[in-house]
């Protein structure tokens, strides 16, 4: 039996125009074929459940708003596609269905390439789909052990917020059209020294519907790391005067959070971004936009700027940061730069920061720390390679591993979204 979701047929909501989310409670490498998805046409059922299909979980966020299906209405092949549907984004998530796959030193030093047929209907908002490749402990041994993560974790021994969780490998791709026919989707990321779990998602920030069929995650060979320029702007759509999918908007899911593109306020162009929220929140998270860079930026030193301006921000603080995730020391970041609150018109902010020799992940964040209310802005990005590391250590291969025992890393984000 399938969950036959008639939504889009519905008229009403084809008018229409950074949450947690659950890992998917593991699926193992797949046949000699070298797919290493199972079930990736959504054609097999979960024998416990009259629709949901086997191998597949979807996030949970307990939101009366959202809807997954698994339908034989449309599909691009066989008989079945999966899809998920919103309704409101009154607390703003992000919805995805979503496969967990155990690696090992076999994909070290490979390419994962994970792609996947979309079809939008009514979509108000982003979807995505994102391939993530981590070392976590917790979460392999989830896997294995067919336990919960928390009760994997307690069996370990590790406490939450000692979690050595690390993302070494990160790639998402949103997409904004309103209505679209099937379009084949695709992401890839490079797998560094240690990487044992992948979470593959197919997701909708916002409203409206969109459907998945035949998924594909493979290994490739490696494409070689690009040599980058010097000097030269590495962000895409710095200005933000393209459609903003370039970029990740992360929110945690406090009512009345927005991140949004905004033409009435700009230090340069057309337009810039806008953040926004409210007082409600149960914790004090990081907001904002970023972008991730993989390899080419190990032993460079590097710049990243903006111009930030501030209405009325009270509660929290906004600035600029660097992250990089480095195989020997886990998760590093640049000093701090100078923050801002109340109100400041457009100001510039800048930090320079040596990337260590075996980072696997850079992250450029534009943010501030919530809840808070007012607005900031941000527009003219930049994130310049200005030079080699002033503090550059020996170079080492990243199929091997460090030459001391690493140090234990912060406190890390779990897979999100």
Not at 159 to 169: R, S
Not at 170 to 184: A, G, I, L
Not at 218 to 225: D, F, K, N, S, Y
Request: glycine share 8%; net charge neutral.
């Amino acid at each position: 039996m399938s969950r036959t979701l008639r939504i889009l047929a519905a008229p009403w909501l084809a008018a229409l125009t950074l949450a947690l989310a659950t890992a998917a409670p593991c699926a193992s490498a797949g046949p000699s074929s070298g797919e290493l998805l199972l079930n990736p046409g959504f054609e097999d059922s979960l024998e416990t459940h009259p629709w949901m299909p086997s191998a597949w979980d979807t996030s949970q966020t307990a939101l009366p708003t959202v809807f997954f299906g698994r339908d034989t209405f449309i599909a691009h092949g066989g008989r079945y596609a999966v899809s998920v549907a919103n309704t409101s984004t009154l607390v703003p998530a992000w919805h995805n269905w979503s496969q967990t796959v155990l690696v090992g030193p076999e994909s070290w030093g490979k390419d994962l390439v994970f792609s996947v047929w979309t079809r939008s209907n009514g979509l108000q908002g982003r979807a995505y789909i994102v391939l993530q490749a981590y070392r976590d402990t917790i979460g392999k041994m989830t896997k294995t052990w067919g336990i919960p993560r928390d009760l994997a974790g307690r069996r370990l021994g590790i406490n939450k917020l000692d979690d050595p969780l690390l993302d070494l490998g990160w790639k998402r791709s949103y997409f904004s059209e309103p209505e679209t026919d099937w379009v084949r989707r695709e992401v890839r990321v490079f797998l560094p020294y240690s990487t044992n779990v992948i979470y593959v998602r197919c997701g909708l920030a916002g409203m409206g519907q969109v459907i998945f069929d035949d998924a594909s995650l493979r290994l490739e060979v490696a494409r070689p790391a690009p040599a980058l320029p010097l000097r030269t702007n590495l962000l895409a759509d710095p200005g933000f005067e393209g459609d903003g999918n370039a970029w990740e908007y992360s929110m945690p899911p406090y009512a009345g959070m927005r991140i949004e593109r905004d033409t009435t306020q700009a230090h340069s162009g057309k337009a810039s971004v806008r953040c926004t929220g409210s007082a409600e929140g149960v914790y004090q998270a990081r907001a904002g936009v970023c972008q991730v860079f993989g390899r080419g930026l190990e032993d460079k030193r590097v710049r990243l700027s903006a111009w930030v301006k501030t209405d009325s921000l009270k509660g929290g603080m906004a600035t600029i940061r660097l992250y990089c995730n480095s195989l020997s020391r886990g998760m590093t970041q640049s000093e701090p730069a100078r923050n801002f609150d109340l109100t400041n018109d457009w100001s510039p902010v800048s930090l320079e920061m040596d990337v260590p020799s075996d980072a696997v992940g850079v992250w450029a964040w534009f943010a501030y720390t919530v809840p808070a209310t007012g607005r900031v802005y941000y527009d003219d990005t930049s994130l310049e390679v200005l030079g080699p590391s002033t503090t550059a250590a020996p170079a080492r291969t990243e199929a091997q591993p460090a030459a001391k025992k690493p140090s234990a890393p912060a406190p890390a984000k779990k897979p999100v979204r």
